[in-house]
Structures are given as structure tokens and as C-alpha cells.
């Protein structure tokens, strides 16, 4: 599919982070023009600022695209997803161990079938660009071939995907295992043939602690320090069941992240996927080597796992962004994902601020997989994965935010009440991708 090189102009309202807006929301974090232009060529951002500035300099058939006062912004930036776990989404309670045996591993066992693998990884990506999300960094299952289906369909939509093969060796069942050695081959393999290939980067991706060997950690290690530019993904410290666990797994550790880091897996690039159950030396060394947390709400609220602790990722620094973590996770819809992030805030008597959410959402998740200055904002220079905010996508939305007065107060509003509806159109290198329900 090529890009199209024509100049495009869309004129609009514009939202993008310069910086994290923190707890105060820093008028210096963001730039916001409430009559914007967004010019795109080539697939890139060429220059974006206040319409009345910007429309005079313009070659004079440039096409002009009206949003009226929809708001664009770039697209969402998902820190955690799994897409095997597509179809049990929304599925039974229970708490992570036991939802793990009882929907999850029974699921990607089917995706040693890759002809099954693809059309999920087809519907899983559809899934994402109706919900605005166009970056996302994913785990696949054991299987090779769910890696190779997955990356052909990012490919043919032209996405910007992180993704890998999980690496399982123990206490799963045994069509889902693999070995030290054959993880550490198919992971060599893949990254050889799809790291860096268009906008793609590879994930090693070891599942967590309780299902790799010490020899497999190793081995994830060594890859790790074999191809530095490729990022790490895993969970940590979900469940307090499942801390127990890794506790006597590896009696010698100091604590659960103590185990990843032994192997050399904590660094920048690495995300895990919750960070629930840390103490503060933990948050000390995650900050230090500047490894992120993706902060995963409504699969936390999902599976009652806990509740993340901002303020003390705050206080030490530690990198966070925004994850869904579906299937575990109960939406798909970063919107929606914010939206339980405001509350489980707000559960801990802590806060949440709207800027910051969407900062979360778009830089935050681009600056956490190592992307920024590619994705995760509008500047120029930058590639034009965006999105358009429909700020009348309901009744009730429609009528909440003519009555707000601030862009806080708006964006407030659209993570409360939104989800796909709100997302009206979704552009991958400056071509519209798909049109929400709305349209
Ligand atoms: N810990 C290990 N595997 C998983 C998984 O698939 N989902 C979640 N939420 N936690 C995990
Ligand atoms: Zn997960």
C-alpha cells in the first residue's frame, strides 16, 4: 500500500505532550490549538501550529480536511496486550493463577494452527484502529507461527507493532511449552527477520517468572544483551498468590523483580505489565534503569488484583504508561482504560488529572517503548498516526462537553463517557484507516 505523498492539511482542534503534565498538569507539558493545522506529506507530520498561521504558507491547492472542533490527537500507544486472548475476553471471575488455567492457557494452545492465529491477529488489529490505538506492544503465545501471523497483518495495515514470542518452559500445560534451546532459536529467528523490518521492532518476551526455568531466564538474558535495540516484555508483581509463588521459585532472590534482574532483563525498552506488589527498592531499581510499568486498571479491577500505586511510582521516579492487558483486561478502548485508571486514583485517594491520562496515553506509551520522536506525538518531523475526537459522539457526551468549559473538563469528560464511539477516525501514516460507529 503506498503512502500517499500529496500535502494534506487537517484543521481541526490539536492536542499533543511535549513532556508529562504530572499531578499539577504543567501548562508547558502540552500544546493545544482550539483552531489547529495539521499538515501531512509522505506519511510525516511536515508542520502542525494555529490554522491562521500556518494556512497562509500553504501551496494553494493543498486539500484542507475540516474536523470542525474535533480534537486530533496522535493515535493511543497500548503498553500491554495480548492478542491471542482476544476471544476470551470478558470471560469468568476467578483470580489471575486459577483464570490463567482456566481460559487463557486453553485459548493459546489453539494458536498453534496459524491459519487460526491470523484471523485473530486480523481481528485483533481492526479492533485496535476502531478504538484509536494504532502502536501496541503485544505478547503472542509459545507458538512461532502466531509471531509470523501477527506481524504480516501489522504489516499489511503499515503499523507500528511491537510484538513476541512467549517464552514458557514450566507449570503450563505441555502443547504450550517449549525449551530453553528451542525458545532461544525461534526468538533468534524472529528477530533476525522482523526486528526493524518496516515499523516493527521485536519483544523478547519471557510470560513471567512462574513459567520460565532458570535456564530459560538465562537465555532470555543473553538475547537481551545479543540485541540491545530489541525490547523485553513480562509481568511482574500481579498477584499476591502469584508473588508467593515466585518467592519459592526463587528462594535466593531478593524480591520478584530481584529475578528479572538477575538474568539482565531489567533495563530501558523492558515493560511489565503491572507492578502491583513492589516495595520501594524495587521502584528504586526500576527508575534507575529505566524500565517501565505499564499500568493495566481494568484488568487489575478484572481480576482484583490490586490497585497501582501512582503516587509511589511518582515518588521514585519509576516509569509508567497505560496498558489494557485484554483478555484480562475488559476493554479494548484506551478511553475506557482511563477511565478505570481515574477511579482506581481515586480508590486510593490519589488523583489522576485528565491531561495527564491522555499524556499516558500517547507520549508516555511511546516514550516507555522506546518510540518517541516516531510516535506518541504531533511533532513535526514525527510519523502521522493520529486520531479524531468526536466531541458529540452521544447524546450525553454531546451535551456534557457543551457545557465544559476547560480542555481539562472536556478530556475529562471524553474518558469518562467515551470508547470507540468517540474515536470518529483513526489515520496510519496520514491515510484514514477506519471510520468509528459514529461516522
Ligand atoms: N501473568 C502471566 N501471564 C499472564 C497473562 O496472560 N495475563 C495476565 N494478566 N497476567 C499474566
Ligand atoms: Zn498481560
Given at each position: 500500500?503506498?503512502v500517499g505523498?500529496?500535502?494534506?492539511a487537517?484543521?481541526?482542534?490539536?492536542?499533543?505532550?511535549r513532556?508529562?503534565?504530572?499531578?499539577?498538569?504543567?501548562?508547558?507539558?502540552y500544546?493545544?490549538?482550539?483552531?489547529?493545522?495539521?499538515?501531512?506529506?509522505?506519511?510525516r507530520?511536515?508542520?502542525?501550529?494555529p490554522?491562521?498561521?500556518?494556512?497562509?504558507?500553504?501551496?494553494?491547492?493543498?486539500?484542507?480536511?475540516?474536523?470542525?472542533?474535533?480534537?486530533l490527537?496522535?493515535?493511543?500507544?497500548?503498553?500491554?496486550?495480548?492478542?491471542?486472548?482476544?476471544?476470551i475476553?470478558?470471560?469468568?471471575?476467578?483470580?489471575?493463577?486459577?483464570?490463567l488455567?482456566?481460559y487463557?492457557?486453553?485459548t493459546?494452545?489453539?494458536?498453534a494452527?496459524?491459519?487460526?492465529?491470523r484471523?485473530?491477529?486480523?481481528?485483533?488489529?481492526?479492533?485496535l484502529?476502531r478504538?484509536?490505538?494504532?502502536?501496541?506492544?503485544v505478547?503472542?503465545?509459545?507458538?512461532?507461527?502466531?509471531?509470523e501471523?501477527?506481524?504480516?497483518?501489522?504489516?499489511?495495515?503499515?503499523?507500528?507493532?511491537v510484538a513476541?514470542k512467549?517464552?514458557?518452559?514450566?507449570?503450563?500445560?505441555?502443547?504450550?511449552?517449549?525449551t530453553?534451546q528451542?525458545?532461544?532459536?525461534?526468538s533468534?529467528e524472529?528477530?533476525?527477520r522482523?526486528?526493524?523490518?518496516?515499523?516493527?521492532?521485536?519483544?523478547?518476551?519471557?510470560?513471567?517468572a512462574?513459567?520460565?526455568?532458570?535456564?530459560?531466564?538465562?537465555?532470555?538474558g543473553r538475547?537481551?544483551?545479543?540485541?540491545?535495540?530489541?525490547?523485553?516484555q513480562?509481568?511482574?508483581?500481579e498477584?499476591?498468590?502469584?508473588?508467593a509463588?515466585?518467592?519459592?521459585?526463587?528462594?535466593?532472590?531478593?524480591s520478584y523483580?530481584?529475578v528479572?534482574?538477575?538474568y539482565?532483563?531489567?533495563?530501558?525498552?523492558?515493560?511489565?505489565?503491572?507492578c502491583?506488589?513492589?516495595?520501594?527498592?524495587d521502584?528504586?531499581?526500576?527508575?534507575q534503569?529505566?524500565?517501565?510499568?505499564?499500568?493495566?486498571?481494568?484488568?487489575?479491577?478484572?481480576?482484583?488484583?490490586g490497585?497501582?500505586d501512582?503516587?509511589?511510582?511518582?515518588?521514585?521516579?519509576?516509569?509508567?504508561?497505560?496498558?489494557?492487558?485484554?483478555?484480562?483486561?475488559?476493554?479494548?478502548?484506551?478511553?475506557?482504560?482511563?477511565?478505570?485508571?481515574?477511579?482506581?486514583a481515586?480508590l486510593s485517594?490519589?488523583?489522576?488529572?485528565?491531561l495527564?491520562?491522555?499524556?499516558?496515553?500517547t507520549l508516555?506509551?511511546?516514550?516507555?517503548?522506546g518510540?518517541?520522536?516516531?510516535?506518541?506525538?504531533?511533532?513535526?518531523?514525527?510519523?502521522?498516526?493520529?486520531?479524531?475526537?468526536?466531541?458529540?459522539?452521544?447524546?450525553?457526551?454531546a451535551?456534557?462537553t457543551?457545557q465544559?468549559g476547560?480542555?481539562?473538563?472536556?478530556l475529562?469528560?471524553?474518558m469518562?463517557?467515551?470508547?470507540e464511539r468517540?474515536?470518529?477516525?483513526?489515520y496510519?501514516l496520514?491515510?484514514?484507516?477506519?471510520?468509528?460507529?459514529?461516522?
Amino acid at each position: 500500500m503506498p503512502v500517499g505523498t500529496e500535502l494534506r492539511a487537517h484543521r481541526g482542534a490539536l492536542l499533543h505532550f511535549r513532556a508529562d503534565p504530572g499531578a499539577v498538569a504543567d501548562p508547558a507539558s502540552y500544546e493545544f490549538f482550539a483552531d489547529g493545522l495539521l499538515v501531512v506529506a509522505a506519511g510525516r507530520i511536515k508542520a502542525m501550529g494555529p490554522a491562521p498561521e500556518l494556512l497562509p504558507g500553504l501551496p494553494q491547492d493543498t486539500r484542507i480536511i475540516s474536523h470542525g472542533d474535533n480534537i486530533l490527537m496522535p493515535g493511543f500507544v497500548d503498553t500491554h496486550v495480548h492478542y491471542p486472548q482476544t476471544d476470551i475476553i470478558a470471560s469468568g471471575g476467578g483470580e489471575l493463577l486459577d483464570w490463567l488455567k482456566q481460559y487463557t492457557f486453553p485459548t493459546e494452545t489453539t494458536f498453534a494452527d496459524s491459519l487460526h492465529a491470523r484471523s485473530v491477529a486480523e481481528f485483533f488489529l481492526d479492533e485496535l484502529l476502531r478504538n484509536g490505538t494504532t502502536t501496541a506492544m503485544v505478547f503472542c503465545t509459545v507458538h512461532r507461527g502466531s509471531v509470523e501471523e501477527f506481524f504480516e497483518a501489522a504489516t499489511a495495515r503499515q503499523l507500528r507493532m511491537v510484538a513476541g514470542k512467549v517464552l514458557m518452559d514450566r507449570n503450563c500445560p505441555p502443547q504450550l511449552r517449549d525449551t530453553p534451546q528451542s525458545g532461544e532459536r525461534d526468538s533468534r529467528e524472529l528477530i533476525e527477520r522482523w526486528q526493524n523490518q518496516g515499523r516493527l521492532k521485536y519483544a523478547i518476551t519471557p510470560r513471567f517468572a512462574a513459567t520460565s526455568s532458570e535456564a530459560q531466564l538465562q537465555s532470555a538474558g543473553r538475547l537481551a544483551r545479543e540485541f540491545p535495540e530489541c525490547l523485553i516484555q513480562s509481568h511482574l508483581a500481579e498477584n499476591r498468590a502469584e508473588v508467593a509463588w515466585v518467592r519459592e521459585l526463587f528462594p535466593q532472590a531478593r524480591s520478584y523483580l530481584d529475578v528479572y534482574d538477575h538474568y539482565g532483563l531489567v533495563r530501558e525498552r523492558a515493560v511489565y505489565a503491572h507492578c502491583l506488589h513492589l516495595d520501594a527498592a524495587d521502584r528504586a531499581r526500576m527508575a534507575q534503569a529505566g524500565a517501565a510499568a505499564a499500568f493495566c486498571p481494568s484488568s487489575n479491577l478484572q481480576l482484583g488484583s490490586g490497585l497501582f500505586d501512582l503516587a509511589a511510582a511518582d515518588g521514585a521516579g519509576m516509569r509508567f504508561a497505560m496498558g489494557t492487558d485484554v483478555g484480562a483486561g475488559s476493554s479494548f478502548s484506551m478511553l475506557r482504560t482511563l477511565a478505570a485508571a481515574h477511579q482506581v486514583a481515586q480508590l486510593s485517594q490519589q488523583s489522576l488529572p485528565a491531561l495527564r491520562a491522555f499524556y499516558l496515553a500517547t507520549l508516555g506509551g511511546a516514550r516507555a517503548l522506546g518510540l518517541e520522536g516516531k510516535v506518541g506525538s504531533l511533532a513535526v518531523g514525527n510519523e502521522a498516526d493520529f486520531i479524531v475526537l468526536d466531541l458529540k459522539a452521544t447524546p450525553l457526551i454531546a451535551r456534557r462537553t457543551a457545557q465544559a468549559g476547560s480542555l481539562a473538563e472536556k478530556l475529562l469528560i471524553l474518558m469518562m463517557l467515551g470508547d470507540e464511539r468517540a474515536v470518529s477516525q483513526t489515520y496510519i501514516l496520514g491515510q484514514l484507516q477506519a471510520s468509528g460507529v459514529a461516522a
